[in-house]
């Protein structure tokens, strides 16, 4: 019974971060397809802040337009799926901006911003980005 018990857990823990991989791939060749850049954001189910800033910035239309134009974005919540070993998380919400060619971090920003300031350092970091990255230049 134990053996089972443990199988059946390498099983949905494996598929879980299998299907988190295949998420964060999936994301990275969209950007690359659309000359965009990754934007990776990771909540915590309890987080006042996260809740904060899913309303006062992720469910605003006009913001998340604006990102969309220059960003695809993946978000997860701690706890309830695996955070990908390149990054490392300590205070909730976090958000990495993540190059789509090589998953590197470019930059990342914890805990919470209101939507003006976060899109000022996303548009900021998108021009300085597409000066120098290939993905930019047709």
Same mark, same amino acid.
């Given at each position: 019974?134990?053996?089972?018990?443990?199988?059946?857990?390498?099983?949905?823990?494996?598929?879980?971060?299998?299907?988190?991989?295949?998420?964060?791939? $999936?994301?990275?060749?969209? =950007?690359?397809? %659309?000359?965009?850049?990754?934007?990776? +954001? #990771?909540?915590?189910?309890?987080?006042?802040?996260?809740?904060?800033?899913?309303?006062?910035?992720?469910?605003?239309?006009?913001?998340?337009?604006?990102?969309?134009?220059?960003?695809? $974005?993946?978000?997860?919540? =701690?706890?309830? %799926?695996?955070?990908?070993?390149?990054? +490392? #998380?300590?205070?909730?919400?976090?958000?990495?901006?993540?190059?789509?060619?090589?998953?590197?971090?470019?930059?990342?920003?914890?805990?919470?911003?209101?939507?003006?300031?976060?899109?000022?350092?996303?548009?900021?970091?998108?021009?300085?980005?597409?000066?120098?990255?290939?993905?930019?230049?047709?």
């Amino acid at each position: 019974m134990k053996r089972l018990f443990l199988s059946l857990m390498v099983v949905l823990i494996s598929s879980n971060l299998f299907g988190l991989d295949l998420e964060v791939k $999936r994301a990275s060749q969209k =950007a690359l397809k %659309e000359k965009k850049l990754v934007l990776f +954001t #990771v909540e915590s189910e309890n987080c006042s802040y996260c809740k904060k800033m899913e309303k006062d910035v992720f469910t605003v239309k006009t913001v998340m337009n604006k990102i969309n134009k220059q960003y695809v $974005r993946v978000k997860i919540m =701690a706890g309830s %799926e695996p955070i990908p070993s390149f990054l +490392t #998380v300590q205070y909730f919400p976090t958000n990495f901006v993540l190059d789509p060619e090589s998953l590197k971090i470019i930059d990342e920003y914890p805990g919470y911003m209101r939507a003006k300031d976060f899109i000022e350092i996303l548009d900021e970091i998108y021009k300085q980005e597409s000066k120098q990255t290939s993905f930019h230049k047709s």
